[in-house]
């Protein structure tokens, strides 16, 4: 891949359980994908959050550069996903919800992609988070007799 910048927003609702280990493993990741604090930065959009996520995002903005926070009042996941891509100063920019679900060794295969389309959309494929329970549960239909 050749060399180039990313925003990563990462929307945050009461995530005081996942922020800072999600971030940092971005962190410990984005150097072995061809990203430095240079070229890389992580926008937490704390979207009214009412745990200790806004501390836990304050504590990860002093303790890297190339790491931002933005506090706004709660109004969903699409406008937080939005203000973080506004506010990106990267030439790309992805999005990663701040629960770990979506990690950024996922998006190594879209990578090679960058330069190439306007967007660039992924799938994780199988989860490996789902247990055969869980996915027997999602496939149940509520009756609506």
Do not use: H
């Amino acid at each position: 891949m050749k060399k180039t910048s990313l925003s990563i927003v990462v929307p945050a609702y009461n995530e005081e359980e996942n922020l800072e280990w999600f971030v940092k493993d971005i962190l410990k990741t984005a150097p072995n994908m061809g990203f430095s604090r240079n070229n890389l930065e992580i926008i937490i959009i704390n979207d009214g959050s009412t745990d200790k996520t806004t501390t836990i995002a304050s504590k990860l903005t002093k303790q890297y550069k190339n790491v931002k926070a933005i506090n706004k009042e709660n109004n969903g996941y699409c406008q937080a996903v939005l203000l973080g891509i506004k506010e990106a100063k990267m030439k790309y920019v992805s999005y990663m919800p701040a629960d770990g679900q979506t990690l950024l060794l996922d998006i190594v295969n879209c990578l090679q992609y960058l330069g190439n389309a306007d967007l660039i959309l992924g799938d994780r494929g199988r989860r490996l988070d789902y247990s055969l329970l869980r996915l027997m549960a999602s496939s149940i239909k509520p009756s609506t007799a």
